[in-house]
């Protein structure tokens, strides 16, 4: 019985220390657990006026996020990829009573934000990183004369991002990036000035263990859960 105790308690704290120390592995996969978005939505007008009705932000719901980082492969570590994905529509209502936004409402759905192919955010000393990203959505919307715009797919131009990112050693990342060029659209009223879509993001994640380590944890809880004393 002592025997059979030892080997289990021993195959369950291995897994563990796997699952702990595998945040410290190159590259890592890391999923985020809570994650959302503020967005600002301004004129290219030379003063960044603000375009939104309300005057203020639009929080937006993020779901399906991961991230990968490599610790190991620059000084203080590396941000391979990113990809954040909205849990819903993005609805933008616009101050159609300005005279220079010709825009009611404009909405944004199936939308992703990566990482730009080939770009990769090298970390300071400090954590901070700048890297390059992308937004793909389809976009519709409303002119203020109801005329209904799209659909159609939009395709952000590459937009540089800077950011912070910080990991624990029990396993969790913090992940922030502000002022992410998301879309730019242009008006139907010649003359008018370009709508620019900027958003802050942040999250914190959890490290998504390699599948030999969930493996081997799984067997230890069940073997935990299973042994039985023997007379």
């Known amino acids: 019985m002592l025997k059979v105790l030892i080997q289990t308690w021993s195959l369950a704290a291995i897994a563990l220390?796997?699952?702990?120390?595998?945040?410290?592995?190159?590259?890592?996969?890391?999923?985020?657990?809570?994650?959302?978005?503020?967005?600002?939505?301004?004129?290219?007008?030379?003063?960044?006026?603000?375009?939104?009705?309300s005057g203020g932000v639009v929080n937006v719901t993020l779901d399906g996020d991961q991230v990968v980082f490599d610790s190991l492969a620059t000084l203080y570590g590396?941000?391979?990829?990113?990809?954040?994905?909205?849990?819903?529509?993005?609805?933008?209502?616009?101050?159609?009573?300005?005279?220079?936004?010709?825009?009611?409402?404009?909405?944004?759905?199936?939308?992703?934000?990566?990482s730009a192919v080939g770009s990769t955010g090298v970390l300071s000393s400090l954590g901070s990183f700048l890297i390059d990203t992308e937004?793909?959505?389809?976009?519709?919307?409303?002119?203020?004369?109801?005329?209904?715009?799209g659909p159609f797919l939009s395709m952000s131009l590459t937009s540089g991002a800077s950011g912070t990112l910080s990991t624990s050693p029990g396993g969790q990342i913090y992940l922030g990036i502000d002022?992410?060029?998301i879309a730019t659209f242009a008006q139907a009223t010649p003359g008018a000035p370009n709508i620019i879509v900027k958003a802050d993001f942040d999250f914190v994640?959890?490290?998504?263990?390699?599948?030999?380590?969930?493996?081997?944890?799984?067997?230890?809880?069940?073997?935990?859960?299973?042994?039985?004393?023997?007379?």
């Open 179 to 181: 002022a992410v060029n």
């Open 205 to 231: 994640g959890t490290l998504v263990p390699e599948p030999g380590t969930a493996l081997l944890l799984g067997l230890g809880l069940l073997g935990l859960g299973t042994t039985k004393p023997t007379r």
């Open 78 to 114: 590396t941000l391979l990829s990113l990809d954040l994905t909205a849990a819903g529509p993005i609805n933008i209502d616009l101050d159609d009573a300005n005279p220079d936004i010709a825009t009611d409402t404009v909405t944004i759905t199936n939308a992703v934000l990566s």
């Open 17 to 53: 220390l796997l699952v702990s120390s595998s945040a410290n592995a190159a590259p890592a996969l890391y999923s985020f657990d809570s994650g959302s978005a503020v967005l600002s939505v301004t004129l290219d007008d030379g003063f960044g006026t603000n375009a939104l009705a």
């Open 135 to 149: 937004l793909e959505g389809t976009v519709t919307g409303v002119l203020s004369d109801t005329t209904p715009i």
